[in-house]
Every structure is written in C-alpha cells, then in structure tokens.
C-alpha cells in the first residue's frame, strides 16, 4: 500500500480557521470541507481558490460532516440542523429537525447508500433522508453583503 501526501492549501494561516471535521469530493475535483467553528469551505484544486460558505449563506459554525448527493448537491449535517449546497445556482437550502435542540459538543457524521439515500447520526438516533422526495426550497441563493 502506498500512501501519498499533498499539501492543497498552501497558506493554512490565512485561508483555513477552526478545524477541518470532514471532506468530499466532486466531479470538478473541488475539496468540500466541513469546518467545526467557521463553516463550508470549497477549494478549487486546479486553481487553488477558496472560498467560504458561512453565516453570511445560511450555513452555520458547527458544520460535523459534508457529503455529496446524487445531484451533486452538498449536504453539510450542523447538529440538529442541515443546509444543502447546490453549487451551480450558488443556493443554499436549510431545515432543522425538531430533535435534540442543544446538541453542542456532539458531532454528526452521514453516509449515503446504494439508492441516494442520507443516513446521519443525530445524538441517539440515526435519521434517514431520501433527497429525490424532498422538496428544498432555497433560503439564499447569493451573498449579500
């Protein structure tokens, strides 16, 4: 077994704060990192750009987990809360379910399955999406400030 190291982001410094919990992969060889303290980042491996999804979409501090869909959408599970990324509008929609309202310190971690379904952890449980039946309605589709 080989194990290979890279170095994507050159300036860690500047460019990344709060801590990398999870990261994912798309078709566009973007990184899609989940930040515990900061939000969503996406970094361009090709052009080595940065960008960050945070208050300012909708997508709070606490991201635990990222993943992508069969839609290419971004999931990112926030504790009770999730926000889903389409990258191509550039619009983010959120819902919460009405479980666990205080679940600081506790991390969330998703996986898909073989038909497009979500699976997270959600304290004690493990809820069960299916993004093709739901309905998202975008809460922000552009930054405003």
């Known amino acids: 077994m080989q194990v290979s190291y ?55 501090n606490m991201c635990n987990d990222v993943i992508l869909d069969k839609a290419n959408r971004i999931w990112v599970a926030e504790g009770n809360k999730f926000s889903v990324l389409t990258p191509e509008s550039n619009s983010v929609s959120r819902f919460s379910l009405p479980l666990y309202t205080n679940l600081m310190g506790f991390s969330n971690v998703m996986q898909t399955d073989g038909t497009g379904a979500i699976y997270s952890t959600l304290s004690k449980d493990i809820v069960r999406f299916s993004p093709d039946r739901l309905n998202l309605q975008p809460t922000l589709t552009s930054i405003l400030i």
């Open 6 to 60: 890279h170095n994507y982001v050159k300036n860690k410094a500047k460019e990344l704060s709060g801590y990398i919990t999870s990261v994912t992969v798309d078709g566009q060889e973007n990184l899609w990192m989940a930040s515990s303290g900061v939000g969503l980042y996406k970094y361009n491996t090709r052009t080595s750009e940065m960008n960050l999804y945070g208050q300012s979409f909708g997508i709070t």
